[in-house]
């Protein structure tokens, strides 16, 4: 159960609280702070701190606000930080951002949800277009409105579809184009070793969906390869027995966007690593000079482009400066953090992108103990890494026939290199 809720930016200042029950203080947060101290990166911030009153705190880092959720009671944390990743989403869905002044424009609103979301400390209400019947999203002509007669976004009609067997679909859709999209969006986790051998690899998947389409269609979505897919968690609406006998999906979708399912590959001789950097990163005892060489190239893309690639490295201490050549993209040296950022676009297999020079060091400084790691943010339009596809999609209970669509992307997740 649930007890409070704190948002906390990135300055330290909690900027909003909710209580279900009792009034907890806002004292409870200090344990949170003093875990922030000790982690190196804000994401580093344990997930679950335990405190000695009995309180656990889930903490969620999004959009640079943290999300402290503060339980009394033993409960599955995983229970605690799906629904704050539910929180998020659906404040980004509302408010189109989901930002520390997003959040402060729209603070009835949020208060609003928040009491539906949760009843007593237990979710109730999380799928955004029963939350939207409940409480109808914030619009300037609403707001002007409200602030003149006084009245709030709270709905007067229980949402329809809390009385049917399907409460995540209302009733009554009708749309003039009838249509349903999907989207294959796979992340890829990698450490690459010195020599370029993996280390570890996994892929996170999910597939999103944007269905509109009217009546209560019944929809069946099948893959080519279904057994890669390993770690699966669906969308209330999927049809779980069927998916163990044959593999299948069968499911009554919500109207509009929603996350059909997520899943995880983890066997290393599944993952094909995407791209490949050659390096040369050299610092000799007693120099004031380091070599700094580094050329990536796609690998096992299936002829798709590598987009969108931006490399960065922390440099050592050491550093002051660098004497660099790019042959594509520009790049940046902060002589102050050594954060060296390469922001490459487009990687042209013929003319592969390097980044080519010298490095600057203190004079009289030791040989730097270890060298520094490569961290790679790309994406791949057009390919599932993990080699998932769809087969087909199939719409059964209305007589119309729908536009259908496709999507595939792969994007980095931790995507680290050592040297």
Not at 24 to 49: G, K, L, M, T
Not at 160 to 171: A, C, E, I
Not at 196 to 220: F, H, N, R
Not at 230 to 243: E, N
């Amino acid at each position: 159960m649930i007890h409070s809720l704190f948002l906390v930016n990135s300055s330290g200042d909690i900027f909003l609280e909710k209580h279900w029950k009792s009034v907890v203080s806002r004292s409870v947060c200090d344990y949170f702070f003093e875990a922030q101290e000790r982690a190196s990166e804000p994401e580093n911030v344990p997930p679950v701190i335990p405190t000695p009153h009995h309180y656990l705190i889930s903490t969620v880092l999004r959009h640079r606000i943290y999300f402290v959720a503060v339980i009394q009671s033993e409960v599955p944390p995983l229970f605690v930080i799906e629904f704050l990743h539910r929180v998020v989403d659906t404040f980004q869905d509302y408010f189109g951002v989901c930002t520390e002044a997003a959040i402060k424009d729209n603070v009835v609103v949020v208060y609003e949800l928040l009491e539906e979301m949760l009843d007593n400390g237990f979710p109730l209400a999380t799928e955004s277009n029963i939350l939207k019947e409940l409480i109808k999203p914030p619009t300037i002509l609403r707001t002007v409105v409200n602030t003149i007669t006084g009245s709030t976004n709270v709905g007067e009609q229980l949402p329809t579809g809390q009385l049917s067997v399907v409460p995540w679909r209302r009733t009554g859709v009708k749309y003039t184009n009838n249509e349903a999209y999907f989207d294959v969006v796979e992340e890829i986790d990698a450490i690459i070793d010195k020599s370029g051998s993996t280390i570890t690899a996994e892929i996170q998947g999910v597939i999103d969906a944007c269905v509109k389409l009217t009546g209560m269609p019944d929809l069946t979505l099948s893959f080519m390869n279904p057994r890669l897919l390993d770690d699966v968690s669906f969308h209330p609406c999927v049809r779980f027995k069927r998916w163990e006998a044959e593999r299948i999906l069968s499911f009554i979708p919500p109207d509009g966007n929603f996350r059909l399912l997520s899943y995880h590959v983890s066997s290393q001789n599944l993952v094909a690593i995407p791209v490949y950097v050659k390096h040369n990163i050299t610092f000799r005892e007693g120099s004031s000079q380091g070599r700094f060489e580094l050329t990536l190239g796609p690998k096992q893309t299936m002829g798709k482009a590598v987009e969108s690639v931006l490399v960065s490295s922390q440099l050592p201490r050491g550093v002051l400066n660098t004497n660099l050549t790019s042959s594509q993209g520009t790049f940046t040296f902060d002589p102050v953090t050594k954060m060296l950022s390469w922001d490459v676009g487009k990687i042209n297999p013929q003319k592969l992108p390097s980044l080519k020079g010298s490095m600057s060091l203190q004079a009289g400084s030791s040989k730097p103990d270890e060298n520094p790691t490569i961290n790679i943010q790309f994406k791949i339009q057009q390919m599932a890494i993990s080699g998932l596809k769809v087969n087909r999609l199939d719409m059964y209970g209305e007589k119309y026939k729908p536009f259908k669509g496709i999507k595939y992307m792969t994007k980095a997740g931790k995507f680290q290199v050592r040297t």
